[in-house]
């Protein structure tokens, strides 16, 4: 298991927890608000940005990382 809390300017928080089986937990935090976050166990993935939640299609860790990240600094443009 990993986890990993990273603290970034602006008051915003990441938050990454990567479990056995394929669970894993990414997300984006403002102060008690979760801005984006992404959640996966066995084959139910999905993707929550700032409210609105969806089904997400896990293809590999990388794209997992790739679009988490691209959440986040679409986020922070607009916060």
Same mark, same amino acid.
């Given at each position: 298991?990993?986890?990993?809390?990273?603290?970034?300017?602006?008051?915003?928080?990441?938050?990454?927890?990567?479990?056995?089986?394929?669970?894993?937990?990414?997300?984006?935090?403002?102060? %008690?608000?979760?801005?984006?976050?992404? %959640?996966?166990?066995?084959?139910?993935h999905r993707r929550r940005v700032r409210g609105?939640?969806? %089904?997400?299609?896990?293809?590999?860790?990388?794209?997992?990382?790739?679009?988490?990240?691209?959440?986040?600094?679409? %986020?922070?443009?607009?916060?």
């Amino acid at each position: 298991m990993l986890r990993e809390c990273v603290l970034l300017p602006g008051g915003l928080r990441i938050e990454i927890r990567l479990e056995a089986r394929g669970r894993y937990c990414l997300a984006c935090l403002a102060r %008690a608000e979760v801005l984006v976050r992404y %959640a996966g166990e066995g084959a139910r993935h999905r993707r929550r940005v700032r409210g609105r939640e969806e %089904a997400y299609q896990f293809r590999s860790v990388e794209q997992l990382r790739y679009d988490f990240e691209r959440d986040v600094a679409d %986020a922070q443009a607009a916060a």
